[in-house]
């Protein structure tokens, strides 16, 4: 009995060897928002360059008055599940808002993103749960991008569906597995951007092989939602090929500024089979009230946000293009607002990120397992808040702390 009080135990050995690795996390506490340009960590005032806060609209003054007033109109939760008495007027005036703004046929949301996921993608291929049909014809298949995020790897992993991974953006290996699984429900899931890459799903060409496979299209548009598109849809709008995606899942953590997933459903009667099968829809309470109150705000916002996007884009531009020109291997696309250079090794990259924070500068290091070996980086990220003086002020420190670990 004394044993496991004296030996360490299994979590202690577990987490003296991430530690001994270097590989346990320093997590920065923030005083304040950190949603802003400036933030405080333990005192220091540093610019951040990691939030996800694109738009610049999770402090913004009109959301939070919407989100107040929803908070004395609604109280604070909804206190049950959908299902039962959950389900409030403010949570359907939203999802109809955001179906009639992607131009789909329904809308459900989540109380997170990844709840979302795990509750939907494993249902657009799984047969019937609760009792066996006459139309079932066993397990479907799943086709995953291996850079899929995590959410959606723990979701398709829930799922009974034979798992196929392709490479990442790879059409050829898509199709040589579409090509080895002719028969049954299958579907293509991947993310809209790649998070860690800052790369577009080319979603055109998946969308011409769900065509000739007869597969579904499921995109996570997390990072895309609000930032990319005509009036801020996102990435299959921006791509012109929403019109062949099935279901658009989005977080409204990241340009939306607040908490929650949603998904926009192309066909209306999947979004019907969804809310009754979708199990973190059905035993999981709602997003609350208040907080849609501010996310219906924050879609007015986003749909006359041209010039938030027009900013945000134009500082990762600037940033992606003066990076490059410094000699860095940049990943991802243009017109994306997370910016990766390369460093090259685990070492590396979290010397330079320690670097960055002595000079008042906060962008964590990203490596193991968030990425391979080798592939260790910066995950920059530009926002509609950030000033050109702040950018050209990481540019400097960039230049400065690249050339003497000699990484350009
Ligand atoms: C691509 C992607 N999908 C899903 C999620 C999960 O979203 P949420 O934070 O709303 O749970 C995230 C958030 O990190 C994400 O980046």
Same mark, same amino acid.
């Given at each position: 009995m004394s044993k496991n009080k004296t030996t360490p135990s299994y979590f202690e050995k577990v987490i003296q060897l991430l530690k001994s690795e270097k590989l346990y996390p320093d997590i920065g506490v923030v005083s304040g928002p950190s949603s802003q340009p400036e933030i405080i960590i333990n005192g220091q005032k540093l610019v951040t360059?990691? =939030?996800? @806060?694109y738009l610049g609209l999770a402090n913004n003054e009109e959301v939070k008055k919407a989100v107040i007033s929803g908070l004395n109109k609604y &109280?604070? &939760? =909804? %206190? =049950?599940t959908r299902l039962l008495s959950g389900t409030l007027d403010i949570q359907v005036d939203f999802e109809t808002a955001l179906a009639s703004f992607y131009g789909f046929g329904d809308s459900i949301t989540f109380s997170s993103g990844y709840l979302a996921n795990i509750g939907v993608i494993r249902m657009l291929v799984d047969?019937?749960?609760?009792f066996p049909t006459p139309f079932d014809n066993g397990n479907g298949v799943i086709f995953s991008d291996e850079l899929n995020h995590a959410s959606m790897v723990e979701a398709a992993r829930l799922s009974k569906a034979e798992r196929v991974i392709y490479k990442h953006n790879d059409m050829d290996d898509l199709e040589k597995g579409l090509i080895r699984h002719k028969n049954g429900r299958k579907l293509i899931i991947t993310d809209g951007i790649f998070s860690m890459d800052g790369d577009f799903a080319n979603l055109v060409s998946i969308s011409r092989l769900a065509k000739d496979y007869n597969a579904l299209i499921f995109v996570d548009d997390s990072h895309g939602t609000g930032v990319? *598109?005509? @009036? *801020?849809?996102g990435t299959a709008h921006q791509l012109g090929v %929403?019109?062949?995606?099935d279901v658009i899942m989005g977080s409204f953590?990241?340009?939306? *500024?607040g908490l929650g997933g949603f998904t926009v459903i192309k066909n209306k009667t999947i979004a019907d089979y969804l809310r009754v099968t979708a199990r973190s829809y059905i035993f999981s309470d709602p997003i609350l009230p208040s907080t849609v109150a501010g996310l219906i705000k924050t879609l007015e916002i986003i749909k006359h946000g041209s010039g938030l996007r027009q900013k945000t884009l134009s500082n990762a531009k600037y940033l992606r293009s003066e990076l490059k020109k410094m000699g860095y291997e940049v990943l991802g696309a243009d017109n994306i607002p997370i910016i990766p250079p390369l460093l090259g090794s685990e070492k590396n990259a979290i010397e330079f990120s320690r670097r960055l924070k002595e000079v008042g500068i906060f962008a964590p290091a990203v490596r193991r397992p968030a990425v391979t070996e080798g592939r260790e980086r910066l995950r920059l990220t530009t926002m509609s808040t950030h000033t050109r003086f702040q950018i050209d002020f990481l540019l400097e420190q960039m230049y400065k702390i690249g050339k003497e670990l000699r990484i350009i």
């Open positions: 360059f990691c =939030s996800n @806060n &109280g604070f &939760g =909804s %206190a =049950s047969p019937f749960p609760y990319l *598109g005509p @009036n *801020g849809e %929403a019109d062949n995606i953590t990241k340009a939306w *500024g």
